[in-house]
């Protein structure tokens, strides 16, 4: 692999100035290897403070309240950071964008694990989640950018090193906090992320310095990318919605199961050593299936199939944990296993229900900035309903309620569409678009140039032609029928 490399062309400048495109290289292991190096640093951030927010508190005498809100801080700056990313890598380019959060992952947990204030310590951990908020929705970017003809190996190879720097921030950070004084081992033991977080800044430095200033074509300025669409247009597409809601489900069962799962089985009857086995358990066995999953999602059409076997092991997983949690619970905890993977499986359906790398961008953005602001409350609603009735049978009812809707929304999101597609009809109610010319959003392709690939599409796509119409009239804006509109209207009939 070592041998080979990507070809990054920059854009043309305009006709006048006569220039010829000038083709960089790029080497594809060093490439993979920052990209890989990047995902494992996407959770530890927020997973090694949870293990030792009990001691960060009585060090820095944080409030009840400043403590609740830590917990809840992740969500949020994924959520707002999320949504902001796009615009951010549209105006200053993809790859520089990125290499900024992860220097800004670097110096938030540096200083957290530095501080004596803490007010500083909280605001070092807004500038470390931010950052990895931001690579969250870059990462799905450039994998699409650089290997958009193998989305399912580099996604899924991407959903395990996640998935194995959850597992390693909560089996190290403990044991490392462990090896120092109590008022002096949380400082280490959040403090060693932020020197793998440094660490994966080198590639990025190699990648960045090997890439010509105007590489980003397909985030920023050059190429024929259309009429720009933000989190407006986004809030009126389907695809949007369908993808925010699924990440927003998704997300509370995994900050769920990590957050409260142990209490579970500890409740049950078990040590608490031995609930930390199970929950060590549960995402070491997300490792592989964080390959596996991604991968089959990639290679079928429609993955229905995958979406129903994730919601249906879940489901009995939280069945035998409120039926008989101490009789084969390693039984239960291999079940819930399934909700870690769901996310690589996400950022994959972002990606190839996306054309361009534009629309992975804003798509990625906009599903996980909605999608963790649903998820937010979810948490502490299981913390809430917990304490209310005494014991974990409501939380866990509640949580089985939440799957059903995360399935359909799951199996929603693998019919085949594109946002593109969605934000052009957007774009088109808002008088920004003329169909039938060369003015399409993302590549230029538009509703009359589509290749016999895109046809294959047309049939589920007919059914917008109503849905257009409706979205103009909640506009207010006044539209002729256009020739797309009528040949749908004749298809539906």
Not at 139 to 165: C, D, E, M, Q
Not at 175 to 195: K, S
Request: proline share 6%; hydrophobic share 50%.
């Amino acid at each position: 692999m070592g041998e080979h490399a990507i070809t990054v062309v920059e854009p043309a400048k305009p006709p006048a100035e006569s220039r010829t495109p000038t083709p960089v290289q790029v080497n594809a292991s060093v490439l993979i290897a920052a990209i890989l190096c990047a995902a494992f640093n996407l959770r530890p951030a927020a997973v090694a403070l949870g293990a030792e927010l009990g001691a960060v508190r009585v060090s820095l005498h944080l409030s009840g309240p400043a403590a609740s809100f830590m917990t809840t801080l992740p969500l949020l700056c994924f959520a707002l950071v999320g949504l902001a990313s796009p615009w951010v890598a549209r105006r200053f380019g993809l790859h520089r964008t990125l290499l900024a959060s992860l220097f800004i992952m670097t110096a938030g947990q540096a200083a957290r694990a530095l501080t004596d204030s803490g007010l500083v310590f909280v605001l070092a951990s807004v500038g470390a989640l931010g950052g990895v908020a931001a690579a969250n929705v870059l990462l799905p970017t450039l994998v699409k950018h650089h290997f958009p003809h193998r989305l399912g190996l580099l996604n899924a190879a991407y959903g395990v090193s996640l998935t194995i720097g959850v597992a390693a921030a909560g089996v190290v950070t403990a044991p490392v906090a462990a090896l120092f004084t109590v008022d002096q081992g949380w400082r280490f033991g959040l403090g060693i992320w932020g020197l793998t977080a440094g660490l994966a800044v080198i590639p990025w430095l190699i990648v960045h310095r090997a890439i010509a200033k105007d590489a980003d074509s397909s985030i920023k300025g050059g190429g024929r990318q259309g009429p720009a669409a933000g989190v407006r247009q986004l809030l009126r597409t389907r695809l949007g919605w369908i993808m925010a809601v699924f990440l927003g489900l998704q997300s509370i069962h995994a900050y769920a199961i990590f957050g409260w799962l142990p209490s579970v089985f500890v409740s049950a009857g078990l040590s608490a050593f031995d609930a930390g086995l199970l929950l060590g358990l549960t995402t070491i066995v997300g490792i592989p299936l964080a390959f596996l999953f991604p991968a089959l999602a990639a290679r079928r059409r429609r993955p229905v199939g995958l979406m129903i076997v994730t919601g249906s092991g879940m489901i009995a997983g939280y069945l035998g944990l409120l039926l008989v949690p101490e009789t084969l619970p390693w039984l239960w905890a291999v079940l819930l296993s399934l909700s870690t993977v769901n996310f690589p499986v996400i950022t994959t359906l972002i990606a190839l229900r996306c054309r361009t790398t534009h629309g992975v961008s804003i798509l990625s953005g906009f599903a996980q900035g909605a999608g963790y602001l649903l998820a937010a409350p979810g948490p502490f609603m299981v913390g809430v309903l917990h304490d209310v009735s005494g014991g974990w049978e409501a939380p866990l009812i509640f949580l089985i309620l939440l799957v059903l809707p995360m399935t359909v929304m799951a199996v929603i999101a693998t019919a085949p569409r594109t946002i593109e597609d969605e934000l052009d009809r957007c774009l088109q109610c808002e008088g920004k678009l003329e169909t039938g010319k060369d003015a399409g959003f993302g590549d230029g392709r538009i509703f009359a140039r589509r290749s016999s690939r895109r046809r294959q599409l047309d049939e589920p796509r007919t059914t917008w032609a109503s849905h257009n119409q409706l979205f103009c009239q909640i506009a207010g804006e006044k539209r002729a029928p256009t020739s797309r509109d009528e040949s749908s209207s004749d298809d539906s009939h």
